[in-house]
């Protein structure tokens, strides 16, 4: 079957970096994605990598490993509004877009 | 643009009875995808509708069923209310054909609790 193991809580202070590692086990795979939900709120798409390498979007970049099945999410210049749950995720390989495996989730508290 | 639109948001069931969540998607959008969350966990996939079929289905009991129209909204139909369904269901809708990236657009769901 396929599962994707990550962190379940992480706390850091505003304006450090912090990491956040997610492993996957999947029959099939079309690239990992990282979705970012806060409390009570819908997730958000926040980055995808088919191909090995790290992907930078502003103050966050993700990376990938195919070859050791493992990815981060990296949040730099931490701010307030980053307290939220962080979700890898990877379709399904029995499935279509749209049919995604989440990990759990990682809790990012941020402290003043 | 109206983002993925899910309604009720918040709703009380008891054991045994029926609930119908409903769901409409991003502007332009064809396809919709169900989920559920339940709570410290990732979303889990339900079922896929795209031109009013289901698509696809994930490991849920027939007691979970779903229904799209021709404006490409869709309904989430639960029969028989266990506890256990209590969660946070979430509506998903994604480009035509999907996009490279596989992104899905989320509502912010509909918070079933079954008494």
């Known amino acids: 079957g396929q599962s994707l193991e990550q962190p379940s809580e992480v706390t850091a202070v505003e304006g450090a970096i912090v990491q956040i590692n997610c492993t996957y086990q999947?029959?099939?795979?079309?690239?990992l994605s990282w979705y970012q939900q806060h409390d009570g709120g819908a997730p958000t798409f926040l980055s995808y990598?088919?191909?090995?390498g790290l992907e930078e979007t502003g103050r966050f970049s993700s990376f990938l490993s195919r070859s050791d099945s493992y990815g981060y999410l990296l949040l730099q210049e931490l701010q307030m509004k980053d307290s939220a749950s962080y979700f890898c995720?990877?379709?399904?390989?029995?499935?279509?877009?749209?049919?995604?495996?989440f990990g759990k989730g990682t809790k990012l508290s941020v402290k003043p | 643009d109206a983002g993925v639109t899910q309604s009720p948001t918040h709703l009380i069931k008891t054991r045994g009875q029926q609930v119908t969540l409903r769901c409409s998607p991003k502007?332009?959008?064809?396809?919709v995808s169900w989920y559920q969350q339940a709570l410290g966990q990732g979303p889990q996939f339900i079922f896929q509708?795209?031109?009013?079929?289901?698509?696809q289905r994930g490991n849920f009991p027939d007691r979970f069923s779903g229904h799209q129209f021709p404006n490409y909204s869709s309904e989430l139909n639960v029969n028989a209310l266990l506890l256990g369904d209590s969660a946070l269901y979430l509506c998903?809708?994604?480009?035509?054909?999907?996009?490279?990236?596989?992104?899905?657009?989320f509502g912010e769901g509909s918070r079933l609790t079954v008494l």
């Open positions: 990598n088919a191909l090995d």
């Open positions: 999947t029959s099939g795979f079309y690239g």
């Open positions: 998903a809708s994604s480009l035509p054909g999907g996009s490279s990236a596989g992104e899905l657009f």
């Open positions: 995720a990877v379709r399904d390989p029995q499935g279509s877009q749209g049919n995604l495996i």
């Open positions: 502007s332009g959008h064809d396809t």
């Open positions: 509708y795209y031109e009013e079929e289901e698509r």
